[in-house]
């Protein structure tokens, strides 16, 4: 035991060196468990702001039940959004008018050619021609782009303006 106490005695120094840096470093240690404990507070603080007498658990569990919600209405918006494409190309969407003069020496371009067509080119050709005293309006039923009456040659442009429209726009 005498020779523990003469070792004390002799390195006294450096063992209080020791236990001063060991004290410095323990402190050092717990300014930082003190930080990052106010840190992960604050955090936590913030996740429940707003919410009063709520744990977490339910928090999380109510966030899971409206994800699920959200995805299922995910999954009908997309179906509802595929079914509208799906009719899309039944709807008279490539639609092309052409006003022209039909006869020599009337100006203005009063008569006009219209196309309402869908995708398969079925739809209507209304053709309007305007002359001095009159005006005589005509409709033209289309089936995938045939006619059962002669189509003029203004009313065939503008089918094909129209259909080739559509076309361009898709290219895009």
Excluded: W
């Excluded at 955090?43 to 999380?60: A, C, M, Q, V």
């Excluded at 995708?119 to 409709?139: F, K, P, Q």
Aim: with cysteine.
């Amino acid at each position: 035991m005498q020779e523990i106490i003469n070792l004390m005695n002799t390195y006294e120094d450096y063992i209080i060196l020791a236990v001063i840096v060991s004290y410095f470093l323990a402190m050092l240690l717990f300014i930082l468990i003190i930080y990052r404990l106010n840190k992960t507070k604050k955090r936590y603080e913030t996740l429940l702001r707003g919410i009063k007498n709520k744990n977490l658990e339910d928090i999380i569990l109510n966030t899971a039940d409206k994800v699920n919600y959200l995805e299922g209405f995910i999954k009908t918006l997309h179906e509802k959004i595929e079914e509208v494409a799906a009719n899309l190309g039944d709807s008279l969407k490539n639609v092309y008018l052409e006003r022209y003069n039909a006869f020599p020496g009337i100006g203005g371009e009063q008569s006009f050619s219209l196309a309402l067509l869908d995708d398969e080119g079925t739809g209507v050709v209304i053709t309007c021609i305007h002359t001095r005293d009159e005006s005589r309006t005509y409709a033209k039923f289309l089936r995938k782009g045939h006619c059962k009456q002669l189509l003029s040659e203004e009313e065939k442009g503008v089918i094909e303006k129209a259909l080739n429209k559509n076309l361009s726009q898709n290219g895009k």
